[in-house]
């Protein structure tokens, strides 16, 4: 049983650029929330999607966007790099519609470094 | 606003001891609080987790302790081992006010069991 998964491992930007980073949730799971965790630091919820529309959002501005496809997998966008973006991006699957629905479950993340 | 506050930041303890990680929440409305463990360069693993309405839940050598009324609640590891060395995250989450179970999580704690 595949745990959640996310490509790719590292990445490198320039200020300005975008990125599109990927996550497949744990099998059986239907949502995906996004974490970013900078270095030191704690993850922090950027958003959630269920049923392929974003369902809740933290404290993050709108050049941070995403989408969940009818798999239940899901990307994250981030536009006009800024030399703060750089973290660990984390996705984390759950399964909406169990008893289970608040055990959250993570990948290894994505490592991006911006420049 | 930190909603999640975690202590210590760094712990070091001898092989066999035993260590005690502490958290504090501000916002009664959670209703589930996970403890992750985060090994470098890995994503966090879910450890253990409670509800408010017990005091206590054991698994193995990890135990958490929950006081509702001071809202606080601690991490123990009993008879630690190097292996345990890593850093330690409380967090907490709720369904109500449209939260959907978002993880809030605190700063964390490096814990290093020295051999």
């Known amino acids: 049983d595949a745990g959640v998964t996310q490509s790719p491992t590292h990445l490198i930007k320039t200020r300005g650029q975008q990125v599109t980073l990927r996550c497949s949730p744990k099998?059986?799971?239907?949502?995906v929330s996004w974490y970013q965790q900078a270095l030191g630091q704690g993850p922090q919820f950027i958003f959630q999607y269920y049923e392929e529309e974003e369902r809740q959002r933290g404290n993050f501005p709108d050049r941070f966007s995403g989408h969940q496809f009818p798999n239940y997998s899901s990307e994250l966008n981030v536009n006009a790099l800024l030399l703060g973006d750089s973290a660990l991006y984390l996705c984390?699957?759950?399964?909406?519609?169990?008893?289970?629905?608040?055990?959250?479950?993570f990948g290894a993340g994505t490592r991006l470094s911006v420049l | 606003q930190q909603q999640v506050k975690q202590s210590p930041q760094s712990l070091i303890v001898q092989k066999g001891g035993i260590s005690i990680i502490n958290c504090a929440y501000e916002?009664?409305?959670?209703?589930?609080f996970p403890w992750y463990q985060q090994f470098p360069g890995k994503g966090p693993a879910l450890l253990i987790a409670i509800r408010p309405d017990v005091s206590e839940k054991k698994e193995g050598r990890f135990t958490i302790s929950f006081n509702k009324s001071a809202k606080q609640f601690s991490l123990h590891i009993m008879d630690s081992q190097p292996g345990d060395s890593a850093t330690y995250f409380c967090a907490a989450s709720t369904m109500s006010g449209g939260s959907n179970y978002k993880l809030t999580f605190g700063k964390g704690t490096l814990l290093t069991v020295n051999p």
């Open positions: 984390a699957s759950s399964a909406a519609g169990t008893i289970a629905k608040n055990i959250q479950y």
């Open positions: 099998s059986g799971h239907d949502t």
């Open positions: 916002n009664t409305a959670f209703d589930y």
